[in-house]
């Protein structure tokens, strides 16, 4: 039976591949360098490999230190993600957030799913809605967070990113070739009224209203089913439709930051730690969304 490897053999191993220098190494653990020198010696002997070539110069791994670097690393991230679980502090109470639609599919199941791990005993309430009425609910003290889209740099807050809204239309139905141009729009929305209408106004293309839906979903139906082309945001395009861009004669729509709003009245650990988790779950998005 072979010898189990230990975890701080590992951890002196990712040091040492990250410096390639057993006297840098020490330095950076607060061990001596033969200390360190020990500890690799014997990670070899469990593995029964050598790890590191030395030279003049340093170490450099050999074929089996880079066989074993990846799970090293996954190992040590799963031993810190689990101290980090066990040793934070358990939060309880509610928590409620206002979201738009758009991310009801993507940013929220990611950003609850991982608040829900550490966090089981927390009560989150979601209102999934306009961003005009997120923003009065968090005035009202009605909400704790609210992920909104600001298009006229009006809105004070953290920006989670920028998600342009955008015409879109189904690669199946070229309907954007359509004289007059078929629209899908928000009902009763000065939005709509404000920037999408007025973007083709100031292009002079000739539309009319097709389709009236109360939400993203219900615009994104319309388009995918060739009944009128629509404004989405950026990262809400579905699969089998496409962005319209200056080439095909349309303009962009706006430039919406998407802003995350605190409660001006009270706080809590709960709320900031669901506020981390929302971050982290708009970051991956922030990075695809650059121009």
Known sequence: MHEPIESDLLRTFLVVT????????AQRIGRTQSAVSAQIKRLEETIGETLFERNARGAVLTRAGNQLLPYAQRVIELLNEAAATIRTKPLDGPV???????????????????????????EVTVSCDYTARNLAALEKDELDLAVVFDWSNQTTGEILCIDPTVWVTSLVHRLHEATPLPIAVYRNSTWCRDFALRSLDQTGLRYRIAFVADTSSGLKNAVLAGLAVSTLSRSNIPHGCRELTSEDGFPPV????????????????????????VREAFQPMSALLQP
């Open 18 to 25: 990250e410096t390639l220098n057993f006297s840098l190494a």
């Open 96 to 122: 409620r957030i206002g979201i738009p639609e758009e991310y009801s599919q993507t940013i929220l199941p990611a950003a609850l799913a991982a608040f829900a791990v550490r966090h089981p005993a927390v």
């Open 254 to 277: 706006d430039s919406s930051r998407v802003v995350l709003r605190r409660n001006p009245y009270h706080s809590s650990e709960a709320i900031q730690e669901l506020a981390e988790r």
